[in-house]
């Protein structure tokens, strides 16, 4: 089955960039998303990437694909203090309809 | 439309009590997820349903665990008898066919 890996925990100064990476296994995946989580909450989802693409820019936000090494990143511009959370990377193959999620990424802000 | 509703938002049990917890999907979504976050393993998967079915419940930890969903605006997860190491919070997602899956706030299951 599919596997999605991130690294736990970022740290970033206020206004700076911040990058959150994510590898997945299975090259069919068909959509690539990020979702967030604030304390206590569900999941919101932030953006997706379909397959086919390579970059798409939502606002402060930019995901790259790398379909070729499976690896899609979410870049946060200007990072503010309410972009705390912790955000997962989920790929979708809709053969078999599962979304699989990332173990997460702790984004905590330095003022 | 109110999103997912999931209930209750907290559960404190003892162990070996049973456990049911409900979901509504938003109206119109074909598909209706359960999963169960913890600390040591993140969101699993734990069963989804396409059209009131369950098509996968491979996720589903144990015989103690049962999902049901007898109509398209109502599913529940059952835990009989539930056990420390079930305390996590359990979400409910729904989708439409191919869109954007929503998730509830969840269900966060302390079990003593």
């Known amino acids: 089955g599919e596997d999605v890996e991130q690294s736990l925990f970022l740290s970033v100064r206020e206004g700076d960039s911040s990058v959150i990476n994510c590898t997945y296994t299975?090259?069919?995946?068909?959509?690539l998303y990020w979702y967030k989580q604030e304390p206590g909450a569900g999941l919101q989802l932030l953006t997706y990437?379909?397959?086919?693409?390579d970059m798409k820019q939502d606002q402060r936000l930019t995901v790259l694909l790398n379909k070729k090494d499976k690896h899609l990143s979410l870049r946060i511009a200007d990072t503010q203090t309410g972009d705390s959370a912790i955000y997962f990377c989920a790929a979708i193959n809709f053969g078999n309809e599962k979304l699989t999620f990332g173990t997460g990424t702790r984004l905590t802000i330095i003022p | 439309d109110a999103g997912v509703i999931q209930s209750p938002r907290h559960e404190v049990t003892e162990m070996g009590q049973e456990v049911t917890l409900r979901c509504k999907p938003i109206s119109g979504h074909d598909y209706l997820f359960w999963y169960r976050q913890t600390m040591m393993r993140g969101l699993e998967l734990l069963i989804y349903f396409n059209n009131n079915v369950p098509i996968d419940d491979s996720g589903m930890p144990e015989d103690r665990f049962s999902a049901k969903m007898p109509n398209a605006s109502f599913s529940t997860l059952k835990i009989q008898p539930s056990e420390p190491r079930d305390s996590a919070v359990y979400f409910c997602?729904?989708?439409?066919?191919?869109?954007?899956?929503?998730f509830g706030e969840g269900s966060r299951l302390t079990v003593l």
């Open positions: 299975d090259s069919s995946s068909t959509y």
């Open positions: 997602a729904s989708r439409q066919n191919t869109g954007e899956l929503f």
């Open positions: 990437i379909f397959s086919n693409m």
